[in-house]
């Protein structure tokens, strides 16, 4: 999706660093959201957040951090604490005023950690 | 959590050929959303069914909704090579507004 950035494409990071992967939006909407996903598995959210300067954490939160300083950015830190930091993540974002707009996916971020 | 559960997994058909996919899910919905991911890429938006509608179009796609048996369906139409990628159905549900539950997916192959 060209409105939703999300970098670098490919990650590798050694077991034991706090790696922070970016995700940036041009399209002014309000919510933004952290889906990680496994081979074989669906999404599973990590974090969200609806306003500027607060988020919730979602299913998987564990050894994640994040913060929404601007509306245009939602970085996701994965610290040491996660013990199988290894997978594809996905940023997306949602016009929250438009109760059944859909979520715009960015194209992802490989994180690889040996 | 997941609440979506999609059948089949996998699915390989011939160019031309019409894929089935189908969805089922665990609680009540305000709406249910398909999205498709080519490999290695984000997920792109399909199609919305809200809670009260029971069939939606858009072009090849047939989606319906069946809220007493908790499950929904998306048909492609003659299909084709480029439609080979994995499609997700996800949920919004009343307990969980804004956040949507992802299923894991059907892997469609369309063989040229």
């Known amino acids: 999706d060209g409105g939703i950035t999300q970098s670098p494409k490919y990650l590798f990071r050694k077991e034991g660093q706090n790696v922070t992967l970016s995700c940036e939006q041009n399209?002014?909407?309000?919510?933004m959201y952290w889906y990680r996903q496994d081979p074989g598995q669906g999404l599973r959210l990590i974090y969200y957040?609806?306003?500027?300067?607060?988020?919730q954490k979602g299913d998987i939160a564990e050894g994640y951090s994040v913060s929404r300083e601007k509306k245009e950015s939602f970085p996701l830190t994965v610290t040491s604490a996660q013990k199988n930091p290894t997978a594809f993540y996905l940023c997306?974002?949602?016009?929250?005023?438009?109760?059944?707009?859909?979520?715009?996916f960015g194209n992802g971020t490989r994180l690889t950690v040996t | 959590s997941q609440q979506g559960e999609e059948d089949p997994q996998a699915l390989s058909i011939q160019e031309g050929e019409n894929a089935t996919m189908n969805c089922s899910y665990k609680?009540?919905?305000?709406?249910l959303q398909w999205y498709r991911q080519n490999s290695g890429r984000g997920l792109v938006h399909l199609i919305l069914?809200?809670?009260?509608?029971r069939e939606k179009h858009s072009g090849r796609l047939r989606v319906t909704l069946d809220t007493s048996k908790k499950s929904s369906s998306l048909l492609i139409t003659a299909s084709r090579a480029a439609d080979t990628a994995s499609y997700f159905c996800?949920?919004?549900?009343?307990?969980?507004?804004?956040?949507?539950?992802f299923g894991q997916g059907t892997t469609l192959q369309v063989k040229p």
């Open positions: 997306a974002t949602k016009r929250e005023r438009d109760y059944n707009s859909p979520l715009h």
């Open positions: 399209l002014n909407h309000d919510a």
């Open positions: 957040s609806q306003i500027v300067n607060d988020f």
């Open positions: 609680t009540s919905i305000n709406n």
């Open positions: 069914i809200r809670s009260n509608e």
């Open positions: 996800a949920t919004d549900s009343p307990s969980n507004t804004g956040k949507l539950i």
